[in-house]
């Protein structure tokens, strides 16, 4: 799937600097403080082209047009739109908020007069956050994405967001192995065992608060309905569940099945670094009586186990 980088040539490409997107992305990913620059372009076959809607990895990124070729040795733009595809599920894990502009930083390197790498601290960044996932299919952090081979961020190079923002303080993301989803239990006994096997067993409320943006965000309402405590203390509850709802937004994501608010009853365990792992979780709406039946039926049912 991925090649060895070989150096290319670089050669001044017009670009437009007017559009508000590029000037954003601009003042958030590049650090200026020196003119070095890592690598080289032949700047005989160096060229810049439009970013086609076909490569939905870096299209509408924030600018329109990229050089070829890439930072991950494609020359052609087939191969770019090819290779960058198969880092769709990947981004679709939501393992890290920077990880797409990382990736276009490689695939559809933004065209400027010269070449601008992403930073080493991004590269670290994303690969710390990502690799894992990765590794739950089989598949290692490729060579050509070594990062030691990326700039400092005493270089021109291309820098986190997420840690820059001023108003972004969120914990980064970490997505897990388990592709959890919604349960459709087809009995109350059913639920009422999985609460009997679970630490605890919760309904919450959950909503999307950037319904526009490609990053994650999640709210927990505050009004928690405790179906089963287990070892967790009454205060900790809402601190735990929320540190959850930051960390594990595969699985929020997986749950909330593209909505932007919902109430669910989940139940997990807790583990031994004192988080919460959600191992089960159904949706609670007035059509799903069987889950209606078992939360009433839970405080006076008696568990096997």
């Known amino acids: 799937m991925f090649r060895q980088t070989r150096k290319a040539a670089n050669r001044q490409c017009p670009i437009m600097l007017g ?3 590029l000037l954003v992305l601009l003042g958030y990913f590049l650090t200026w403080d020196s003119p070095g620059v890592v690598g080289s372009y032949r700047r005989s076959s160096s060229r810049c082209t439009s970013i086609p809607r076909s490569m939905a990895l870096c299209y509408d990124i924030g600018y329109t047009e990229m050089r070829l070729p890439n930072l991950v040795e494609h ?22 908020p920077d990880a797409r502009i990382f990736l276009c930083s490689l695939f559809a390197p933004i065209c400027l007069d010269r070449v ?36 400092e961020e005493h ?14 303080k969120r914990t980064v993301p970490r997505s897990s192995c388990r592709d959890c989803e919604l349960e459709e239990p087809t009995s109350a006994k059913e639920i009422l065992e999985s ?5 605890f067993a919760v309904k919450i409320r959950i909503s999307r608060k950037n319904k526009t943006s490609a990053i994650a965000d999640f709210d927990l309402d505050s009004k928690l309905e405790v179906l089963k405590h287990g070892p967790l203390l009454k205060t900790d ?23 932007n608010a919902g109430v669910y009853v989940i139940a997990g365990e ?36």
């Not at 052609?76 to 393992?95: F, G, H, K, V, Y």
């Not at 988080?275 to 839970?298: I, P």
Request: proline share 6%.
């Open 19 to 21: 559009t508000p997107q």
């Open 270 to 305: 807790v583990q031994h670094n004192k988080g919460v792992m959600v191992n089960k979780a159904y949706a609670w709406h007035k059509k799903n009586r069987t889950l209606q039946t078992a939360v009433r039926r839970w405080k006076h049912y008696r568990c096997r186990i």
């Open 237 to 259: 509850t809402y601190p735990k569940l929320k540190q959850w709802l930051d960390l594990d937004v595969t699985c929020v994501h997986n749950i909330m099945r593209g909505t």
């Open 195 to 199: 609460f009997c096997i679970s630490d």
């Open 75 to 96: 020359d052609t733009l087939a191969e770019a739109i090819q290779q960058s595809a198969s880092w769709l599920p990947l981004l679709a894990r939501e393992c890290h």
């Open 116 to 151: 601008i790498s992403p930073c080493r601290s991004l590269c670290e960044a994303v690969r710390s956050s990502c690799a894992p996932v990765m590794a739950c299919y089989g598949y290692p952090w490729p060579e050509i994405l070594t990062c030691n081979k990326f700039p």
């Open 155 to 168: 270089e021109l190079c291309i820098s986190s967001i997420t840690r820059e923002s001023v108003s972004s």
